[in-house]
Nanobody, 119 residues
């Protein structure tokens, strides 16, 4: 069994930054990648960023150049540094452990955290 504990959401002004973290409690041997999906109002759920156990990263097009995902294997934790935030980034961000650069099945979801970016 594994439980994902996420943190770091909040409210920032446009152009500001937030750092999300997600720690896996228990073994994640069944998963070779971690990252985040987000749900933005009026849009389909989309991949934000992912990182594999081999250090390969993947970002959605709208996040490239603004977001950086890193991992700390000793802590079983991943981090998402989000810079140059825009109001359209507002949404619920869900930590996920899954397979490959797209966090495919099988996967485990953590609780969502709200990110709000004001104009």
């Amino acid at each position: 069994q594994v439980h994902l504990v996420g943190s770091g959401g909040g409210l920032v002004q446009a152009g500001g930054s937030l750092n999300l973290s997600c720690a896996a409690v228990g073994s994640i041997a069944s998963f070779n990648a971690m990252g985040w999906y987000r749900q933005v109002a009026g849009k389909q759920r989309e991949l934000v960023a992912a990182i594999t156990t081999n250090g390969i990263t993947n970002y959605a097009d709208s996040m490239k150049g603004r977001f950086t995902i890193t991992s700390d294997n000793a802590k079983n934790t991943v981090y998402l540094q989000m810079n140059s935030l825009k109001p359209e980034d507002t949404g619920v961000y869900y930590c996920n452990a899954g397979q490959g650069r797209y966090l495919g099945c099988p996967y485990v979801w953590g609780q969502g955290t709200q990110v709000t970016v004001s104009s």
